[in-house]
């Protein structure tokens, strides 16, 4: 089965940068698209970011785009999310997700779920 580990994720002042690892095992990940989500306790689970299986098509949320790049790396079966300009609001736990039914930013299109990484964004 596919396994994802998250890495990447910490504490960084507003308008830093950090740059989140998702690295795949037990399964090529050039078989799956890759999307990004977040979630904050008490809210809903949000879709950041998404990439096919060979890049070729990228979606982000409204909140994100133009500061996010989602990018993969299938030689080194890792995906990887590149955050700039981070504001208090994108506070919250990141995952990574894979899965081959599409590749939207709606969370039931992914089997497949890292164990989280924090990112605060705070002075």
């Known amino acids: 089965q596919l396994q994802l580990v998250e890495s990447g994720g910490g504490l960084i002042h507003p308008g830093g940068s950090l740059r989140l690892s998702c690295e795949a095992s037990?399964?090529?990940?050039?078989?799956?698209?890759i999307a990004w989500f977040r979630q904050v306790p008490g809210k809903e689970r949000e879709g950041v970011s998404s990439?096919?299986?060979?890049?070729?098509?990228?979606f982000y949320s409204d909140s994100v785009k133009g500061r996010f790049t989602i990018s993969r790396d299938n030689a080194a079966n890792t995906a990887y999310l590149e955050m700039n300009s981070l504001k208090p609001e994108d506070t919250a736990v990141y995952f990574c997700?894979?899965?081959?039914?599409?590749?939207?930013?709606?969370?039931?299109?992914?089997?497949?779920w890292g164990q989280g990484t924090q990112v605060a964004v705070a002075s």
């Open positions: 997700a894979a899965g081959d039914q599409g590749d939207g930013l709606e969370s039931y299109l992914y089997k497949y």
């Open positions: 037990g399964i090529a990940l050039y078989y799956f698209n």
């Open positions: 990439i096919s299986t060979i890049g070729g098509h990228t």
